[in-house]
């Protein structure tokens, strides 16, 4: 499976912004999903992570309460809706898919999109 990355920019603290994350192929629905970001300087973290069916999903003690993972298997996509951004929250984001289940494990990703940057200024 591709990935494709879209939704990064430059936006205020509060703000919000909707990342999505565009896949190829017709086994879409088989896979779980995940959001990652990397900062300057620092290791690549995980952020949220979603099932194939949508039911199940986990987020990062740091974006609890204020990003939300969806997606539309029909659309072949997965978003990441970002609101009251924190300067913090500053760095590039990646979207990953795992054929097995749903976890937060970074090395359980196979496949990984090219990554949106995302800054967020205070």
Sequence with gaps: VQLVESGGGSVQAGDSLRLSCAASGRTFSRYALGWF????????????????????????DSVKGRFTISRDNAKNTV????????????????????????????????????????????
Excluded: H
């Design 79 to 122: 978003y990441l809706q970002m609101n009251s951004l924190k300067p913090e929250d500053t760095a590039i984001y990646y979207c990953a898919a795992t054929r097995g289940v749903v976890t937060t494990a970074r090395n359980a990703y196979a496949y990984w999109g090219q990554g949106t940057l995302v800054t967020v200024s205070s």
């Design 37 to 60: 970001r990397q900062a300057p300087g620092k290791e690549r973290e995980f952020v949220a992570a979603i099932n194939w069916s949508g039911e199940t999903t986990y987020y990062a």
